[in-house]
Every structure is written in C-alpha cells, then in structure tokens.
C-alpha cells in the first residue's frame, strides 16, 4: 500500500501563485508514476499533470502547459505541483495519484492505483 497526503492549498488571489505537496508513506515510493487531478465543483475530474519516475517529460494538460511545474523528489518521497499565474478557473479541489504505470496516469484514471484524500485550492478574481 501507498499513502498520499497532499498540502498547501488554499485561498489566493488571481495571478498569485501556489506550491501542492504530495509525500508518499508506505511501500517504495519508486518506481511508480505520480500525478496531479482536480475535479471542481459540477465538473468531471480532469488531469493536470503526470511524472514519470525519472523525472522526465512530464505531461500536462494544455489548460495549464506554462504555469504549473510538476516535479518530484524520490529522496524525499514527494511530488510538487508549482502554480503560477493562477485564474478562478483553477478553483478545484487538487488530488495526487500514483500507480506504476504512467499511461494509465494520463488515459485510465479510473484504474489509477493510489490516491490522496484531496486539498482545496481556491483562486479569486
């Protein structure tokens, strides 16, 4: 079993900028996959970002692609979400996931293996 714990939500303004955390207890952090959703309210969940192990190429949905970072350090077990330049429409509760395979990330979400509990992040105008 993986735990998921995400922080660093919050209320921010328009244009401000935000860092999610996401740590992961349990059995080894490597070699899985990990990534960011968020589901706001009335609306599907929806992607925003995906980490290979490694580290490389990361994914991004195109909402997003130029203002949030993701990254990882498998040293210190978490994954980061850096969001700048943030709009009202990234109101959304924010959730980590991880599973060993990354297209599964990114294609199959629903038989993503771990998740975290959520983490509200709030963007006013």
């Known amino acids: 079993q993986v735990q998921l714990v995400e922080s660093g939500g919050g209320l921010v303004q328009a244009g401000g900028s935000l860092r999610l955390s996401c740590a992961a207890s349990?059995?080894?952090?490597?070699?899985?996959?990990m990534g960011w959703f968020r589901q706001a309210p009335g609306k599907e969940r929806e992607v925003v970002g995906v980490?290979?192990?490694?580290?490389?190429?990361?994914y991004y949905t195109d909402s997003v692609k130029g203002r949030f970072t993701i990254s990882r350090d498998n040293a210190k077990n978490t994954m980061y979400l850096q969001m700048n330049s943030l709009k009202p429409e990234d109101t959304a509760v924010y959730y980590c996931?991880?599973?060993?395979?990354?297209?599964?990330?990114?294609?199959?979400?629903?038989?993503?293996?771990?998740w975290g509990q959520g983490t509200q992040v709030t963007v006013s105008s």
């Open positions: 349990g059995r080894t952090f490597s070699p899985y996959a």
């Open positions: 980490i290979s192990w490694s580290g490389g190429n990361p």
């Open positions: 996931a991880a599973d060993p395979e990354f297209v599964v990330l990114i294609r199959s979400p629903n038989g993503i293996r771990y």
